[in-house]
């Protein structure tokens, strides 16, 4: 066998394997167990001594030429089929979806809101029966039958006597029985009473707070007031503190904030009034505290721009608050 | 109480410009609710609390706006008239109910006229113009707060009792309309019958007209506790009642008759009898109160020659002992009655905003309601998943609960706003099927609402979680990956019970709002906790829906996840087999799996069913389930032989309990 006529042999045998296939069965054909390169080197031993090395060297040479050769053409190969591959999976990374995107209820928003921020600061939150008697909706509360504050609650009754809590002050009452102070807890819920207009729905939702312990004062309660509107107002509105009646608290405070088109009124709030500690068994010469409480649907409407609060329970899908 | 500032300034010796007028009554907690400039005056509402009944008054007003303005307060005198008139009047009053009873006879000389300036007063106030002689008792009543009454003198007896009756009692008012009393009304009666309900409003059989010469003019202090709430009873509240409710000046009644007195005089010319009276004693309240706990409750210090002077502005009598204040009320405030009334006092002239406010240091912690964790745990869950949550009134109607065949067993209100909301509702889903209707009747095509709230039986109230779910197909999109039947809204549960960490048992049975053969009740061990399901086809058809799928689930009866030490996963690889099986289509799959972990020893890992298949090739009444199972061992390399043995047991133990036979 002549090396230079294999080696001119190859590179036309190669010229033509533009397949997987056909170089592979090219590299079978030289580089096998029985191929032309075994048979050269097999060649070299009958060589005469003196030319052994060269020709030695030459098959080496002419062994890495096919190596070379035919696994450079086999990844370019493999290179385009993968391009291929590639370009025929590709897909439209455009076409649009609709994912399923869920939502709280804004009124849910706004009372997670408030809560965290009174956690935050310690308030222990509590709840309590939407269906309340008479004694822990009013009584306990200083609200006494007949009382003309009675007309602010327009209350929903049942035949045997018990009610509709009108705010969420019964627990106030019902955790001041159960834990001693100091106090410090927030109720969330719903509260009840017979009214529908624009800004005034049958049912709506409070959030109130409670402190007591002892030497709690009506400096605390402004403080603890002004920074959570702080917090809650992100654009730090003017704030007026002024003389409200609730029967629960004396003093009563009513909140106003500055809005664009005058005072806007948030919350009520004010010193617990001793009956109430009284009530619960606890000596009002010895304890003090304070409570606010206001419509969650309120701080909703202000947060949110809502105008008519009975949109809040139209539950109406399209206007679902994304956050 | 609307009024003119013309009016209110006729009682203070000063001026105010009408901004701080309007700012300085709601500052004093008597809220402006609504204020208007007319020619030369301005028109102003006030919103008054239940406790602040002498701001029903001019002169009340006045006194507050002199309190703080430290201005005095101008208090026209009136004379008694000449008493000329000799007639016979007695009177006998129950003075538990009536503190006291002053009544003058007056004969009127001629017509009168009501004044312009009067005119002007009762219409700020909203009050309608009857006749001269009602009108000048509503006038006084504006100015002094003291509700007076004119009954025609002819009309009544020469005996006048202010008693509470003794049996029921028909009797027709002044405004027409005829009652039924019972004996807590107080009433003021002559020989005969009752003339006027005391406090509240006079009776037809008494009334003044325009022909009326001769009135008994009564002017009394009836007890808020013999008032309240018996107006509200008949179904209305009058201008006296209103008053009394809240407690009128105990002191005023003379000054109101002298002062009406002389009106009618002066409108009229009369002759006036003597005044008749009956009253009791009233002792001025007295509070007595330290700076100490003065400063105590403000969370400042404020000079006592301060507090005094507002005191006494606000016509307190102050004495100062050695440590305290001894305070005598004035007899206008009849809602002051303890020391932190005094407080308010102090901070309302101070001006609430003038305080200082002061950071609170207390930190008081005690376990949090897991109720109201879990609640938000829930609520988490279920808008990551992709629902959006809605909140329902609480009451729902009666009519739809029933169609539904929900509960029997809800709570009626005694006074619904409307009949379509009349019962507590048993349940979140008739909510969530209002929801869905208006939605969808709207335009929306696809569902997954959830609510969380209080549902409510005669028996007990819980905390109920629901959602709904439903896909108008017709509306798919290209990806079709909103699906909406049983098992999608199953997967979205079993999301949430395994995020609890709860594993629930679902078992076929069917509530009356659900598709018997597509629904399920949940239970955890033995316990019924909701259920999940298909609208019930009738129900469908019945109410106009498509096919939703709903569940419901009583969350009280869930309990928070414990805290679990982190199992270390096994680091020996598993050995996984399929078992296709072919069984009655009536056994759940869930209890096959059940046997098959019971026959798979400890170390099966996982049963999981990757096909179900009726139909073609396999008989009516069965089925084919294909299973894959997943042993691993925490402490060896699991031997094939070993997971043999096991695989075998399991197909003895399923040919025995369900007869199913291996598929080959």
Known sequence: MDLAQEKKSFLSKFKEADSQDSLNSLKIQYLGKKGILSSLMSQLSNAPAEKKPE????????????????????????????????SNEAIDVTLPLSPDVGSYHPISLIANEISNYFKNKGYVLREGPEIESEYFNFSALNIPENHPARDMHDTFYFDNGNLLRTHTSPVQIRSMELESPPLKILCPGKVFRCDSDQTHTPMFHQ???????????????????LEFIESFFKDNPKVRFRPSYFPFTEPSVEVDIKGENGWLEIMGCGMVHPNVLKNVGLSPEVYSGFAFGMGIERM????????????LFENDLRFVIKG | MQFYKSDLLQYISGSISDTNLLEQLTELGLEVDQSKKEKNDLLIKLDLTPNRGDCFSLIGIARDICAVNNLKLKLPKFKKQQQKLDSKKTVSVDKSACSSYLGQIIKLKSKGKTPQHIKKTLKAADIGQVNPIVDITNYVMLHTGQPLHAFDNKKIGKKIYVKFPSKRTKLKLL??????????FLTISDEKEVIALAGIMGCANSEVDETTQEIFLESACFEPSSIRGNARKLGFQSEASLRFERGVDKEIQEYAINFAAQLYAEIFGGDFSKIFKQSKNHKAKKISISKEFIDSRLGTEIPSAKVIKLLKALEFKVESKRNSMELTCPSHRYDIEIKEDI???????????????????????????????????????????????????????????????????????????????????????????????????RGT?????????????????????????????????????????????RKSLDMFFSRLNIEPIYKKTSANHLHPGMSAEIKMKTKSIGNIGVLHPVIQKKLKLPEIVLFEINLDSIKLPKINAIAQPPKFPGSERDLSFLVSKEIPANDFIKELKKAGGINLRSVSVIDVYQGKGIDESLKSITFRLFWQSTGATLEDKEVDQRVENQINHAAKIFNAKLRS
Request: proline share 2%; no cysteine; hydrophobic share 40%.
């Open chain 1, 55 to 86: 020709l030695g060297k030459s098959i080496n040479k002419f062994k890495s030429l096919i190596e070379e050769s035919i696994s450079s053409s086999l990844e370019k190969i493999e290179q385009s089929a993968l391009n291929e591959q590639l």
């Open chain 1, 207 to 225: 959030v109130e707070g409670l402190v007591v312990d002892k030497d709690i004062n009506f400096a605390h309660l402004k403080n603890e007031i």
């Open chain 1, 300 to 311: 909703t409407m202000l947060r949110y721009q809502i105008s008519d609060i009975r949109m």
């Open chain 2, 175 to 184: 405004d027409g309309a005829s009652h039924e009393i019972t004996k807590d």
């Open chain 2, 343 to 441: 407080i308010e006092e102090i901070a309302r002239i101070i001006g609430y905003d003038n305080l200082p406010s002061k950071r609170l240091k207390l930190l008081a912690s005690s376990p949090e309601d897991t109720s109201i964790e879990k609640e938000k745990l829930s609520k988490d869950i279920f808008v990551n998943a992709g629902f959006n949550e809605v909140i329902n009134y609480a009451f729902v109607d009666s009519s739809f609960v029933q169609i539904l065949g929900l509960n029997n067993d809800s709570i009626q209100l005694a006074n619904p706003m409307s009949s379509n909301q009349d019962v507590m509702r048993p349940s979140l889903i008739p909510g969530l099927l209002s929801n869905f209707e208006y939605n969808f009747n």
């Open chain 2, 445 to 489: 095509q696809k569902f997954r609402i959830f609510e969380v709230g209080n549902v409510f039986t005669k028996e007990e109230s819980w905390k109920s979680l629901a959602g709904l779910l439903f896909f108008d197909k017709s509306s798919s999109d290209w990806s079709g990956s909103f699906q909406s039947s049983f098992y999608d809204l």
